[in-house]
């Protein structure tokens, strides 16, 4: 209340002039942050960086071809995700996507496989769909839904945004939060493992080691999650990769496919949050691996990665880049965080935040927490910085206008 009535004064004192441009924010709002910032860590200066585009040109250069591993996040998610995903960054990039396979395990964790052509080169993508293995939980949350048999529904009012957040926010999206950090999280874990035994061209086997012995020559990898994604996926590489079994080669087989991970793109990333939850304990370290574990499961993958290019470069580490970490966060989005060291090694890679606005801030004062997180990928300037990345002192690159439709 006090602070309705500190607006109502501010508001009188403002001249007329002043008074129509505030009433004119508070009908179309404004976003703070509509060009990003752009900060390079420790200090928050403007830094280039790559995207996909310079990636395919890069592997194109070396004979091979650029691999994009997509993850989701939290809250009910499609098919029709990935393909609007790949649609997306597809146009970015002034090409085509095309879906090649889809496998689905019998837990419910998909793959879907697509082809992307692109005038500077194509590059394959998998999106990982987990959304299903949550279903069931979500569904014993639906006695809180508006309806009017009080045995199976809500019949009590709420306001309009409360209830939306409520339903949506809270039931449908925090709740596969919930699942994940506890035991009903397991199967998660498990299936995600075999995915990423399935990314780095091995053959998994539950309970088992991933199988690299006819795995095919490593390939560049970009990787991009979607908030809980992040989570959920570098728990399973850190399971894959602390697990090469007896095999004198799996190790350097390992190294070589960890080694080969260029970019690691972030949105509404919540790894600060999440790894308070009680992080996974790492299985029984191999010997022959001198990554360490660490406290953030971010800095777990940045070990590894690390860990690989050392292992396959070891006469001369100079030759093979730092992988770089790239977050972008919107600071109204109630559920994602900015990164900072220790979370990443700096001597180990490197690490940009992107602060942007999904979408409007009305007097200062509220922006959709809803569209705050599930916006980025309508951001036609996250977009574009995902597909073509950014030179220090050039227009920053948007992808051209998609139909928005929903954030999920």
């Given at each position: 209340m006090w602070l309705n009535k500190w607006r109502i004064v501010a508001l009188c004192g403002l001249g007329t002039g002043a008074l129509l441009a505030a009433a004119a924010a508070v009908v179309v709002g404004t976003r703070p942050y509509d060009r990003p910032v752009i900060a390079a860590e420790p200090g928050g200066q403007d830094a280039s960086f790559d995207g996909i585009s310079q990636h395919i040109a890069s592997a194109r250069q070396k004979g091979t071809t650029l691999h994009v591993l997509w993850v989701h996040g939290m809250c009910t998610h499609e098919p029709s995700w990935a393909a609007d995903r790949a649609s997306r960054i597809a146009t970015a990039l002034g090409g085509s996507a095309t879906q090649t396979g889809t496998t689905t395990d019998p837990g419910g964790l998909t793959r879907i496989l697509y082809h992307i052509d692109t005038g500077g080169g194509d590059f394959d993508a998998t999106f990982v769909l987990w959304s299903a293995m949550t279903r069931a939980f979500k569904r014993t949350l639906d006695f809180d839904s508006p309806g009017q048999d009080r045995k199976t529904a809500f019949p009590y009012t709420r306001a309009t945004l409360n209830g939306s957040l409520k339903t949506a926010l809270v039931n449908d999206c925090l709740s596969d939060a919930v699942v994940y950090s506890g035991r009903h999280g397991d199967p998660i874990r498990a299936a995600m493992k075999q995915a990423v035994c399935r990314e780095l061209g091995g053959k998994p086997l539950a309970g088992e080691p991933c199988d690299l012995t006819d795995a095919p020559p490593a390939r560049p990898l970009v990787v991009i999650t979607e908030s809980l994604g992040s989570k959920v996926l570098f728990d399973a590489a850190r399971a894959v990769y602390h697990d090469p079994g007896p095999n004198p080669g799996a190790r350097r087989a390992?190294?070589?496919?960890?080694?080969s991970v260029r970019s690691i793109f972030l949105m509404a990333n919540q790894i600060p949050l999440l790894d308070i939850a009680s992080p996974m304990g790492l299985p029984d370290t191999d010997p022959g691996t001198d990554a360490a574990p660490e406290a953030s499961s971010l800095g777990d993958m940045i070990g590894m990665v690390h860990a690989g290019q050392m292992a396959m470069f070891a006469n001369n580490p100079a030759s093979m880049a730092p992988p770089t970490v790239v977050a972008f966060t919107d600071p109204n989005d109630l559920l994602s965080y900015r990164l900072l060291p220790p979370v990443v090694d700096l001597a180990r890679a490197r690490l940009i935040n992107v602060i942007g606005s999904n979408a409007a801030t009305w007097l200062g004062f509220l922006?959709?927490?809803?569209?705050?997180?599930?916006?980025?990928?309508?951001?036609?300037?996250?977009?574009?910085?995902?597909?073509?990345?950014?030179?220090?002192?050039?227009?920053?690159?948007?992808?051209?206008?998609?139909?928005?439709?929903?954030?999920?």
């Amino acid at each position: 209340m006090w602070l309705n009535k500190w607006r109502i004064v501010a508001l009188c004192g403002l001249g007329t002039g002043a008074l129509l441009a505030a009433a004119a924010a508070v009908v179309v709002g404004t976003r703070p942050y509509d060009r990003p910032v752009i900060a390079a860590e420790p200090g928050g200066q403007d830094a280039s960086f790559d995207g996909i585009s310079q990636h395919i040109a890069s592997a194109r250069q070396k004979g091979t071809t650029l691999h994009v591993l997509w993850v989701h996040g939290m809250c009910t998610h499609e098919p029709s995700w990935a393909a609007d995903r790949a649609s997306r960054i597809a146009t970015a990039l002034g090409g085509s996507a095309t879906q090649t396979g889809t496998t689905t395990d019998p837990g419910g964790l998909t793959r879907i496989l697509y082809h992307i052509d692109t005038g500077g080169g194509d590059f394959d993508a998998t999106f990982v769909l987990w959304s299903a293995m949550t279903r069931a939980f979500k569904r014993t949350l639906d006695f809180d839904s508006p309806g009017q048999d009080r045995k199976t529904a809500f019949p009590y009012t709420r306001a309009t945004l409360n209830g939306s957040l409520k339903t949506a926010l809270v039931n449908d999206c925090l709740s596969d939060a919930v699942v994940y950090s506890g035991r009903h999280g397991d199967p998660i874990r498990a299936a995600m493992k075999q995915a990423v035994c399935r990314e780095l061209g091995g053959k998994p086997l539950a309970g088992e080691p991933c199988d690299l012995t006819d795995a095919p020559p490593a390939r560049p990898l970009v990787v991009i999650t979607e908030s809980l994604g992040s989570k959920v996926l570098f728990d399973a590489a850190r399971a894959v990769y602390h697990d090469p079994g007896p095999n004198p080669g799996a190790r350097r087989a390992m190294n070589e496919r960890f080694a080969s991970v260029r970019s690691i793109f972030l949105m509404a990333n919540q790894i600060p949050l999440l790894d308070i939850a009680s992080p996974m304990g790492l299985p029984d370290t191999d010997p022959g691996t001198d990554a360490a574990p660490e406290a953030s499961s971010l800095g777990d993958m940045i070990g590894m990665v690390h860990a690989g290019q050392m292992a396959m470069f070891a006469n001369n580490p100079a030759s093979m880049a730092p992988p770089t970490v790239v977050a972008f966060t919107d600071p109204n989005d109630l559920l994602s965080y900015r990164l900072l060291p220790p979370v990443v090694d700096l001597a180990r890679a490197r690490l940009i935040n992107v602060i942007g606005s999904n979408a409007a801030t009305w007097l200062g004062f509220l922006e959709r927490p809803d569209i705050a997180h599930c916006g980025y990928t309508l951001n036609r300037t996250v977009i574009g910085l995902i597909a073509r990345g950014h030179t220090v002192g050039e227009t920053l690159p948007e992808a051209p206008i998609v139909e928005s439709g929903q954030c999920l």
